[in-house]
């Protein structure tokens, strides 16, 4: 299904299907309507064979400015146990799980502010380009919340490395573009005039790809990429972070 929703806009072009977070005026937050938004999308491609190529991108300022404390902080008022907040956390973990396991090749296109559950989205595509004056943070810990969201960590250790990701988890430091391709969050940085150029550039020899071969290239490298199903802390995440809100909703009375 590619059509306007509340939080995004879809549209298939050929074998692009391009997913445009909408709602700028909330910094493209991303709360329960969002996250089922980008399910009913990314279950759409799946069941589509003819799409190669998605492209993750924002509306105004920034791509995506992190989860909706708002949200979080009703949901923990209005149930101190945390079954809201647990299932938010699936929910999570499906959109990033579909991302990550897509047949199409992925593509995040990032400006702006670029910020906790934002850049675990955009960790979870095959190819990121992010424009030379964007910024990333990761402050779950500084809001009081383990970092653990939609299996986002992993990805993150084994993309830019252990010790630096730690760093910016304990800290919550905001760092650069250039930075973040330092430690491959990013794979190019450029302008943010190019940044159309470089997908187009990146889609163009995707779409020529035998879709079998790319298909099975992309299993293998998230196979070697991950550890096996039984070992996957992450699965528990959304018991983790429930947890956790639970517990602060109780210390605070």
């Known amino acids: 299904m590619y059509e306007d929703f509340k939080t995004l806009l879809a549209r298939r072009e050929g074998p692009v299907v391009r997913i445009h977070f909408n709602n700028p005026d909330a910094g493209n937050a991303v709360d329960g309507t969002f996250l089922d938004e980008m399910t009913t999308v990314l279950d759409a491609v799946a069941d589509d064979p003819g799409v190669r190529v998605v492209v993750l991108s924002g509306a105004g300022d920034d791509f995506c400015l992190g989860g909706d404390r708002r949200e979080f902080a009703d949901l923990a008022g209005r149930d101190p146990g945390g079954t809201g907040i647990r299932t938010l956390g699936v929910k999570a973990r499906r959109v990033c799980d579909a991302l990550a396991t897509s047949h199409a090749v992925t593509i995040a296109r990032l400006h702006g502010g670029v910020i906790g559950a934002g850049l675990g989205i955009a960790l979870f595509c095959d190819l990121r380009v992010g424009a030379d004056t964007s910024r990333y943070r ?116």
């Open 138 to 253: 990761l402050p779950e810990l500084a809001l009081g919340l383990p970092a653990v969201w939609g299996g986002a960590l992993p990805r993150l250790l084994s993309e830019a490395g252990t010790a630096r990701i730690r760093e910016l988890i304990l800290t919550g430091d905001t760092f650069d573009a250039e930075a973040a391709a330092a430690i491959s969050v990013l794979q190019k940085v450029v302008p943010e005039s190019e940044l159309d150029a470089v997908v187009t550039g990146w889609i163009k020899p995707v779409v020529r790809r035998s879709p079998a071969a790319l298909r099975v290239t992309k299993a293998a490298l998230n196979a070697y990429a991950a550890g096996t199903r039984m070992a996957d802390a992450t699965l528990l995440e959304s018991d983790l972070l429930a947890a956790v809100v639970a517990a602060r909703h109780a210390e605070r009375g």
